[in-house]
C-alpha cells in the first residue's frame, strides 16, 4: 500500500510540474514568439491611446456608429463573465427580451428595410463576440448615414470594404468587425 502511494504522489508531482509549469509556460513562450499580437489580445490603439480589442465586443451606443450584438456577458461585454443566456426557444424571459430587443432596434432604425437580422437580435455563445455579419452592417447603414450626414451609399461602400470573409475560405461565415469599422468611419487607423 505504501508504494503505491508513493508511485502515486510521484505521478502527480511529475503531471503538476509537466502540465501546470512547463507545458503552459511552453506554449506562452511559443505564442508569444509566432503571434505576439494575438498572444497579448489582439489589442487596438490609436494614437498610442488603448481602445479596444479586435475580439472581445464593446458596447456602441451612438446613432453614427454600427451597434454589435447584444451581450449576455455580465453587466455588457464584460470578458470575465462571458456566456450565453441558457435559455431555451420556449422561455417566456427569452421571448420577452427578444421581443422587447426588436422594438428597441426598430425604434433605433426607422430607415432600414425589413426585419433587423438576428444577430442584432441574439447575443453570442460568449454574450462578447466583436463582429457582426454584413446583413447587420447593411440594414444598420441608414441610421449611421443620416447621424453622420452622409449618403447610404457611401456608409455601403465601406461595409464592402470592410466585410471579411470566411477564415481558410470555409470556416465561419463572413463579418464586420464593430470596432474596426466604426474606426474606419472616423477616419481613425489603428496602429
Request: charged share 15%; aromatic share 6%.
Amino acid at each position: 500500500m505504501i508504494r503505491h502511494l508513493g508511485t502515486s504522489v510521484r505521478v502527480t508531482a511529475f503531471s503538476i510540474v509537466l502540465l501546470g509549469l512547463i507545458y503552459p509556460l511552453a506554449m506562452t513562450g511559443l505564442a508569444q514568439a509566432l503571434f505576439p499580437r494575438q498572444a497579448n489580445g489582439s489589442l487596438i490603439a490609436v494614437d498610442g491611446k488603448l481602445v479596444g480589442s479586435s475580439i472581445i465586443g464593446q458596447l456602441w451606443t451612438k446613432p453614427r456608429y454600427f451597434h454589435g450584438r447584444p451581450s449576455a456577458a455580465g453587466k455588457g461585454y464584460d470578458p470575465t463573465a462571458t456566456g450565453g443566456t441558457n435559455l431555451g426557444p420556449t422561455s417566456k424571459k427569452l421571448i420577452d427580451a427578444t421581443r422587447k430587443t426588436i422594438a428597441a432596434l426598430r425604434a433605433e432604425n426607422p430607415d432600414a428595410m425589413g426585419p433587423p437580422p438576428m444577430d442584432l437580435v441574439t447575443s453570442s455563445g460568449s454574450g462578447i463576440d466583436p463582429d457582426i455579419s454584413p446583413e447587420s452592417a447593411y440594414w444598420q447603414a441608414p441610421r449611421v448615414a443620416k447621424a453622420r450626414g452622409s449618403t447610404v451609399a457611401s456608409v455601403n461602400a465601406l461595409i464592402a470594404k470592410q466585410v471579411r470573409g470566411r477564415t481558410f475560405g470555409f470556416l465561419g461565415e463572413p463579418r464586420v468587425n464593430v470596432l474596426e469599422i466604426n474606426l474606419a468611419l472616423d477616419g481613425v487607423k489603428p496602429q
